[in-house]
């Protein structure tokens, strides 16, 4: 299965990885791997860098990424202040000129700019960054690039919008999670890298009972495969074998064609909701965001009404969406990821809130 991603996303054969519990568990080990492998070979330090040697350092994300990379950098030791946060653009992408100025403040500063995080399908909106610029920068800079495609990197599977995610294979590390665009059921992450060896380098530690260790530095084709030497997790269950399945039944076209029939549905909401009134954000993949926004209608009770509408949706058993905040303001947000979803079931949805929108906006005396 690692070697079958690998190929989707177009890295070369001395790539490798290893499936995890999720994205948030991907992520934290890319930035192992920052922290473990390249910031120690800026630094020219005889070992991993630890405490006060990770003062100085920044890393570079969206200021839509998700969560846990910032997470990812308190468990494993960075100061807050190390994550600095760049301002996405009016499509809620992070584009490359935002992050050179800030790398040039930061150096200018004595700072370590060290690496970037980019986004192929935010959380929020499904925005994928400017991956080539920000591939371009990181080369340039001598920064690492990884990759947060927990959601878009799937995009590969279909030529039509593998466009979308042009240069995801520029990536020093890349996370994937095939539990989601990949329709597959939890848990089922991974992390996958353009050099192997940086896995081994970071997690390989060589226990006392273990029947066969080799080194760090031995082939490891010669010798049994050990997943422990490339993750963090020791006990593991056989993530591989339902993603093997579904790859056998399916086939890459086959996942190309369940992921182009949610795009089509997140188009068609799309299209739907403005004719019922209201506001869309173009949909990016598959993620599409709306809000209705009544006339004379104030700013507390605007972000109070999609609140109201997600609970009443909820409880008409009709359909499920979140709401998410996008510069300051709440959206209602649908996440466009079962296959088996209609046509017909958006327009219900839709239908719901519009109908649920009316008895809210009574009790917000409107």
Known sequence: ???????????????????????????????????????????RLAEPPR?????????????QAH???????DVLGFP????????????FRLRAGAVAEAIDEDRAAGLTPTAICAVA??????????????????????????????????ARFSPALAPVVANIERADSLTVDPHKWLFQPYDVGGLLVRRREDLLRTFHREPEYDAFSGGRDHPQREHPLHWYQYSLE?????????????????????FAHLIGRTIDLAAHMADAARARGFEVIAPQLAVVCLRYVPRGLDH???????????????VSGVGWLSTTTLRGRTWLRAGVINYLSTEADADRILDTLVEASERILEDLDV
């Not at 807050?80 to 499509?91: H, K, T």
């Not at 593991?236 to 399916?250: D, E, G, M, V």
């Open 67 to 73: 969560f846990s990379i910032e997470r990812g950098l």
């Open 234 to 254: 020791g006990t593991r269950r056989f993530r591989a074998l339902k993603l093997w399945l579904s790859w056998k039944h399916l086939g890459s076209e086959g």
């Open 51 to 63: 405490a006060a040697r990770l003062e100085a350092v920044r890393v570079y994300t969206s200021d």
């Open 300 to 314: 507390d009770a605007v972000d109070e009404l999609p609140r109201r509408l997600q609970r009443a949706l909820e």
């Open 80 to 91: 807050r202040g190390a994550l600095r946060l760049v301002a996405s653009d009016d499509d």
């Open 1 to 43: 299965m690692i070697r079958w991603l690998c190929d989707v996303i177009g890295y070369g054969g001395e790539a490798w990885g290893v499936l995890t519990s999720g994205g948030v568990m991907a992520n934290l080990m890319a930035l192992a791997v920052v922290r473990d492998v390249h910031l120690r070979r800026v630094l």
């Open 121 to 154: 399908g935010s959380t929020n909106t499904g925005a994928v960054d400017d991956l080539p610029g920000l591939a371009d920068l990181a080369e340039r800079e001598g920064l690492w690039l990884h990759v947060d495609g927990a959601y878009g990197a799937a």
